[in-house]
């Protein structure tokens, strides 16, 4: 069993900045690519920022600049800090990560619930 669970959402006023947090448990042997999608209400949802387990990152061209991912390997936990904010970043974020199971090695890709970010004044 894996799980991810999302926090640090909320409103905030244009310009503003929030830090999203996203924790992996449950059995695994490996994370590998870890990121955060976002999705609008009539949207598509639309990667924002990923990371590599070697720490290749990629990113939406919208989010360059502002948005910056991290992670840390040994807490199992992957980052967003979000500067700058903009209303159209409004949306709810999504948590995604590919795991390798334990002892089969092979491959799970789990969803978090989701964390609200709204920017308004």
């Known amino acids: 069993q894996v799980q991810l669970v999302e926090s640090g959402g909320g409103l905030v006023q244009p310009g503003g900045s929030l830090r999203l947090s996203c924790a992996a448990s449950?059995?695994?042997?490996?994370?590998?690519?870890m990121g955060w999608y976002r999705q609008a209400p009539g949207k598509q949802r639309e990667l924002v920022a990923s990371?590599?387990?070697?720490?290749?990152?990629n990113s939406v061209d919208s989010v360059k600049g502002r948005f910056t991912i991290s992670r840390d390997n040994a807490k199992n936990t992957v980052y967003l800090q979000m500067n700058s904010l903009k209303p159209e970043d409004t949306a709810v974020y999504y948590c995604?990560?590919?795991?390798?199971?334990?002892?089969?090695?092979?491959?799970?890709?789990?969803w978090g619930q989701g964390t609200r970010v709204a920017v308004s004044s």
């Open positions: 449950g059995i695994f042997f490996r994370i590998n690519t």
């Open positions: 995604n990560a590919e795991f390798l199971r334990a002892g089969t090695l092979g491959r799970v890709e789990v």
């Open positions: 990371m590599t387990s070697g720490g290749v990152t």
